[in-house]
C-alpha cells in the first residue's frame, strides 16, 4: 500500500508537470497565431504595411494597439526554458529514485516527494507568471523561482527598461507571490 501511495503522488505531480508545460506551449502558439492573423488583419486595403497603420496607432506599450518588437531574439527565451524543464526534469527523477529505494527510510521518501511536489507547484506558478508578464505588455519573459528569490527575464528594448515597465513587472510579482520586491531580480536581455 505504501508503494502504491508513492507512485500515485509521484504520477500526479509528473502528470501536473507535463500539463503545466504543455498549457505553456498551448499558450504562446494561440498568442503567436492570434499576433499573426491581427497583423495580418491590420493591414489597410492599399498595401501598406501593418508597421505602417500601427504608426498611426497609440503605442504605450499596452492595451489593443500594442505591436509586439519582433526584432528580439526569442531564441535565447526558448533556450532558457528548455534548459530550465531539463533541469527541473533531471531533478524530479533524481527524487523519484530516492523515493523508489528500497533502503530509504519513511523521512527521505517523503522528503523527496515533497520536493516533487515544491518544483511541480513551483513551475505551474512560474508558467502562469511568465504568462501574466506578457498581458502586461512584454514579448517575451522567463521566470525563475528559487525558495528565497525570484528572477525575471525580459527583452531590453532600444531605449532601456523603464521605470514603468520595471513596475508592471514588481506588481505582478508582488500579486501573484509571496515574493517582496526585494527578493526581485529583473533581467534585461539585449
Do not use: H
Request: aromatic share 6%.
Amino acid at each position: 500500500m505504501k508503494n502504491f501511495k508513492r507512485n500515485a503522488v509521484i504520477i500526479t505531480v509528473l502528470l501536473f508537470v507535463c500539463v503545466a508545460a504543455y498549457l505553456n506551449w498551448s499558450y504562446n502558439n494561440n498568442a503567436d497565431n492570434t499576433l499573426d492573423s491581427q497583423t495580418l488583419s491590420s493591414a489597410s486595403p492599399t498595401g501598406a504595411s501593418p508597421s505602417a497603420n500601427a504608426s498611426a496607432e497609440p503605442s504605450n506599450n499596452a492595451g489593443l494597439f500594442y505591436e509586439p518588437d519582433t526584432s528580439i531574439d526569442t531564441a535565447y527565451f526558448d533556450s532558457a526554458r528548455l534548459n530550465r524543464q531539463q533541469a527541473r526534469d533531471a531533478s524530479v527523477a533524481t527524487l523519484s529514485t530516492v523515493s523508489e529505494t528500497e533502503n530509504a527510510s519513511q523521512e527521505a521518501i517523503d522528503a523527496a516527494l515533497a520536493e516533487i511536489s515544491q518544483i511541480a507547484e513551483r513551475a505551474i506558478k512560474e508558467a502562469a507568471l511568465e504568462d501574466l508578464i506578457k498581458a502586461k505588455g512584454f514579448a517575451d519573459c522567463v521566470v525563475y523561482m528559487t525558495n528565497d528569490n525570484i528572477t525575471v527575464t525580459v527583452p531590453e528594448p532600444a531605449e532601456g527598461l523603464e521605470a514603468a515597465a520595471v513596475a508592471r513587472i514588481m506588481d505582478a510579482v508582488t500579486s501573484q507571490t509571496v515574493y517582496a520586491a526585494t527578493d526581485l531580480t529583473i533581467i534585461p536581455v539585449k
